[in-house]
């Protein structure tokens, strides 16, 4: 019955003693247990698609911490190259998360690509403070980085300039450019806005165009286009001589589309207050700016009604304008009978209220 009872003893302890016979041959020499186990990949950095599945799926060896491996073909948007950017990483969370962080270069210019020797990246571990014999790195001696990014054609920058030139212009222009060529555009990855920077002060024969090209509303480049440029213009041209405080309209204008050079600025005719000739316009002359005026509400010499205030009295007189006046600006009136001038404020075509202290 004694003898029953140790058997099962005996075969109850059996894979205890196997455990403990296992764990003891895998002790190193110097007896220090090795135990090796599969570490799967941390889950704040986790493994790229683009990297081999078998290295990462490897035991890591006593010792090493963390394995790095390397992708075969990295692409990179930003100007300075992490670890992570380039790599998948395993390891202790912590650590693997240090590795992704770690600056290894600058990045080539966009759509360029740059060689790095991996033995190089052991260095940079150095330099981080990470210790670099407890990480272990898996990839071909020499790999390239490239920096990714989008392609504008040059014909789509034409296009595209040509736009917001136009929408610059007033309704009604008809604007030419001949662009030389643009060579195509290899811009950062992301939104890409173009903006005009500089416009030509004629847009006559040769002109160059200053565009700012911006990627995710930063600044990234400045460009100049170059062209041959024709500008047909809406233009007020005079059909008869313009006397000087004439009112311009229809009666002795008219408007035509004409070739604008120099740095003529037309005058604009359609607005809603009237202008009239601040000196003699000749027939066929288009209308400038510099040639124009605003038509005041009460021109100088018009007569108008004068209403004299002094502490709670009024007074009304006659007088005439001696000065253009605007609507609710100041202005100078001579009595019609005394004959004294006063400074009062327009408040109607045809109505001055002078306050006298």
Same mark, same amino acid.
């Given at each position: 019955?004694?003898?029953?009872?140790?058997?099962?003893?005996?075969?109850?302890?059996?894979?205890?003693?196997?455990?403990?016979?296992?764990?003891?041959?895998?002790?190193?020499?110097?007896?220090?247990?090795?135990?090796?186990?599969?570490?799967?990949?941390?889950?704040?950095?986790?493994?790229?698609?683009? !990297?081999?599945?078998?290295?990462?799926?490897?035991?890591?060896?006593?010792?090493?911490?963390?394995?790095?491996?390397?992708? $075969?073909?990295?692409?990179?948007?930003?100007?300075?190259?992490?670890?992570?950017?380039?790599? !998948?990483?395993?390891?202790?969370?912590?650590?693997?998360?240090?590795?992704?962080?770690?600056?290894?270069?600058?990045?080539?210019?966009?759509?360029?690509?740059?060689?790095?020797?991996?033995?190089?990246?052991?260095?940079?571990?150095?330099?981080?403070?990470?210790?670099?014999?407890?990480?272990?790195?898996?990839?071909?001696?020499?790999?390239?980085?490239?920096?990714?990014? /989008?392609?504008?054609?040059?014909?789509?920058?034409?296009?595209?300039?040509?736009?917001?030139?136009?929408?610059?212009?007033?309704?009604?222009?008809?604007?030419?450019?001949?662009?030389? $060529?643009?060579?195509?555009?290899?811009?950062?990855?992301?939104?890409?806005?173009?903006? @005009?920077?500089?416009?030509?002060?004629?847009?006559?024969?040769?002109?160059?165009?200053?565009?700012?090209? +911006?990627?995710?509303?930063?600044?990234?480049?400045?460009?100049?286009?170059?062209?041959?440029?024709? @500008?047909?213009?809406?233009?007020?041209?005079?059909?008869?001589?313009?006397?000087?405080?004439?009112?311009?309209?229809?009666?002795?204008?008219?408007?035509?589309?004409?070739? +604008?050079?120099?740095?003529?600025?037309?005058? /604009?005719?359609?607005?809603?207050?009237?202008?009239?000739?601040?000196?003699?316009?000749?027939?066929?002359?288009?209308?400038?700016?510099?040639?124009?005026?605003?038509?005041?509400?009460?021109?100088?010499?018009?007569?108008?009604?004068?209403?004299?205030?002094?502490?709670?009295?009024?007074?009304?007189?006659?007088?005439? +304008?001696?000065? /253009?006046?605007?609507?609710?600006?100041?202005?100078?009136?001579?009595?019609?009978?005394?004959?004294?001038?006063?400074?009062?404020?327009?408040?109607?075509?045809?109505?001055?209220?002078?306050?006298? $202290?």
């Amino acid at each position: 019955m004694r003898r029953h009872k140790t058997a099962q003893v005996h075969r109850r302890l059996m894979p205890v003693f196997a455990a403990l016979l296992l764990l003891a041959l895998a002790a190193d020499p110097a007896g220090v247990l090795n135990v090796i186990a599969p570490v799967r990949a941390s889950e704040d950095v986790p493994a790229g698609p683009a !990297c081999p599945a078998e290295p990462l799926e490897q035991a890591l060896p006593a010792g090493i911490a963390a394995r790095v491996v390397l992708e $075969p073909e990295p692409v990179v948007s930003g100007s300075e190259i992490l670890l992570g950017d380039v790599a !998948c990483i395993v390891g202790e969370a912590d650590l693997a998360r240090r590795l992704k962080e770690l600056p290894i270069g600058t990045a080539p210019l966009v759509g360029g690509t740059r060689e790095f020797l991996t033995a190089t990246l052991n260095l940079r571990l150095r330099q981080g403070g990470i210790d670099d014999k407890t990480v272990e790195i898996v990839g071909p001696p020499v790999f390239t980085v490239r920096r990714g990014g /989008d392609v504008l054609p040059g014909v789509y920058l034409q296009e595209r300039v040509r736009e917001l030139v136009l929408a610059t212009l007033p309704s009604g222009a008809r604007l030419t450019l001949t662009f030389q $060529p643009v060579a195509d555009l290899v811009v950062p990855e992301g939104d890409v806005e173009l903006r @005009l920077a500089r416009l030509p002060l004629r847009w006559s024969g040769p002109i160059s165009i200053g565009v700012d090209v +911006l990627v995710q509303g930063k600044p990234w480049k400045s460009l100049t286009l170059r062209a041959e440029a024709s @500008l047909l213009y809406p233009v007020w041209v005079t059909t008869e001589t313009v006397l000087k405080g004439e009112t311009l309209g229809p009666h002795n204008t008219e408007l035509r589309l004409i070739e +604008l050079g120099g740095t003529v600025q037309p005058a /604009d005719l359609s607005g809603e207050r009237p202008l009239r000739a601040n000196r003699v316009i000749q027939p066929g002359r288009i209308v400038e700016a510099r040639f124009v005026e605003l038509q005041p509400d009460a021109p100088k010499g018009s007569p108008v009604h004068v209403t004299l205030s002094k502490a709670g009295l009024y007074i009304q007189a006659l007088g005439t +304008l001696l000065t /253009d006046g605007m609507l609710g600006e100041l202005v100078t009136v001579r009595n019609v009978d005394s004959g004294r001038t006063f400074t009062g404020r327009l408040v109607s075509a045809d109505r001055v209220v002078v306050e006298i $202290p």
